[in-house]
């Protein structure tokens, strides 16, 4: 057990997790506190966030934080960290997590959407990992963060058609290698998941012919559930994980291997 906790734990740590008053972002959230953390939830549905917020604390003793935040923002991401450092008293790991997809075809798809999509999925990433890296470089601290990419990043999905969604997570996955080099020398290391098809409210409300593709397309015959996320980011997050930067773990049932 006690190699375990020296592999594993995430104990005295405070996480920062965007996304998290819902789906993937709150299963995980739960994981990260079971292994020891204090949690930040930045989320644009505050309400939402802060009664995850206060059930983490109640079930797992720890303290916890959530603040309305759109990562879009990057001055509302900047606001949120120095607020969170400051009643947390510090910050050490980042879970980028927040996103949102759309399925529309490109010829129907608006400039305003495709930029809403891009903007929420790879700016927000790029503007929360941002905020993060410097607040670390700047209190001199190393530190580790993982970003939510998507098996869309390195495969096209079929038959929803997603190019946006697609687009921002391929430029997620080239983010994450470019901040892991730049970062590498001063002890931040980066990396991402990239999901398959996961039960969230993000993809349960899909129309059912299309999720039954998905299952009969992945060698496992199911989606995932967002607690089968929650190792691989505990992992990349973790002291197990001092090698390891740059990297995308693809957590997807065998999907793309096919
Ligand atoms: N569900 C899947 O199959 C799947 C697969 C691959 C990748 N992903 C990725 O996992 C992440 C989480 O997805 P999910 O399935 O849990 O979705 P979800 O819709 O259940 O949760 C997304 C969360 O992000 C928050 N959010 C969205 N836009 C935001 C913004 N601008 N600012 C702040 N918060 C914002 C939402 O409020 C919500 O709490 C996303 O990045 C998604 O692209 C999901």
């Known amino acids: 057990m006690e190699m375990l906790k020296k592999l594993f734990s995430l104990e005295g740590k405070v996480v920062v997790i965007t996304g998290a008053a819902q789906g993937i972002g709150e299963e995980v959230a739960k994981h990260i506190a079971a292994v020891g953390a204090d949690i930040v939830i930045l ?60 399925h529309k075809g490109v ?3 608006t400039p305003d959407e495709w930029l809403n999509v891009i903007n929420v999925n790879l700016n927000g990433i790029f503007f929360v990992a941002r905020a993060f890296g410097r607040y670390l470089i700047d209190h001199n601290k190393k530190g580790a963060i993982v970003n939510t990419a998507s098996m869309s990043g390195i495969i096209v999905n079929w038959p929803q058609e997603q190019a946006s969604y697609n687009t921002s997570k391929a430029g997620v996955v080239h983010l994450t290698k470019s901040l892991a080099v730049e970062w590498a020398s001063k002890g931040i290391r980066v990396n991402c998941i990239s999901p398959g098809y996961i039960y969230t409210p993000l993809t349960s409300f899909v129309r059912q012919d299309w999720q ?6 992945t060698p496992m015959k199911r989606m995932g559930t967002p607690e089968e996320l929650a190792g691989a980011v505990i992992y990349l997050l973790s002291d197990s994980a001092s090698y390891t930067t740059g990297s995308n773990l693809v957590v997807d049932g065998g999907f793309t291997t096919v």
């Open 43 to 102: 989320d644009r549905q505050e309400e939402k966030a802060q009664k995850v917020a206060d059930a983490l604390a109640s079930e797992f003793h720890c303290k916890t934080m959530a603040i309305g935040v759109d990562v879009t923002k990057p001055e509302e991401v900047e606001e949120a960290l120095i607020k969170a450092d400051a009643y947390m008293g510090k910050l050490d790991l980042l879970f980028n997590n927040a996103g949102i997809v759309l």
């Open 107 to 109: 010829v129907d798809v």
């Open 212 to 217: 039954d593709k998905w299952k009969e397309d």
